[in-house]
């Protein structure tokens, strides 16, 4: 079984919801078990700034799925909560974002997938909820807490538990 961390991301619709439910559908479409599950962070929009705020998550699954594969279920479930990525408008509005942030130790580039994510390191608003779960995982020879002391949080808000 593999350790995969994927960053979940959203500004449309009730994303809250939708996270529990696409974790369930990956975890369920992959035969995967989920190892843990950050908090929901409101974070400021990246990249293009002009629009609403994303709620953003980070989850450990572990699975025996390979890359490509659970990559493909990603896909699919994105589609299932109506993210179109051909029609999206890039770092734009959306319903569910995600993103394979490493799987195990696995380094890969290719057209589709590249692993580790490559801009990972850049990202508060993924190395925030990331560090909650995983503070002392390796990716890239760089331990999660460490990248994350080398961004700014700031605008980031830890959202109270659903309950």
């Known amino acids: 079984m593999a350790s995969v961390l994927i960053a979940l991301g959203g500004n449309v619709g009730d ?3 939708t996270f529990r439910k696409a974790i369930a559908h990956v975890c369920g479409m ?3 078990a989920l190892v843990a599950r950050s908090s929901d962070y409101s974070t400021p929009p990246w990249g293009d700034e002009d ?23 990603m896909q699919k479930v994105e589609q299932k909560f109506g993210r179109t990525r051909e029609k999206d408008r890039r ?17 890969l580039q ?25 503070p002392d995982r390796v990716i890239s020879g760089i331990r999660v807490r460490d990248g994350l002391s080398r961004v ?12």
């Open 51 to 73: 629009q609403a705020p994303f709620v953003n998550a980070c989850v450990e699954i572990e699975t025996g799925l390979d890359p490509h594969a659970l990559l493909f279920v």
């Open 110 to 134: 290719k057209p589709d997938l590249t692993l580790p994510h490559p801009r990972l390191f850049e990202r508060a608003f993924v190395l925030v909820p990331l560090a909650e779960i995983a």
């Open 152 to 163: 700014s949080p700031q605008g980031i808000v830890r959202l109270p538990d659903t309950g």
């Open 91 to 107: 770092w734009g509005p959306r319903t569910l974002d995600l993103d394979m942030i490493a799987y195990d130790d696995v380094s």
């Open 15 to 17: 994303v809250r919801a």
């Open 30 to 32: 992959a035969q995967a």
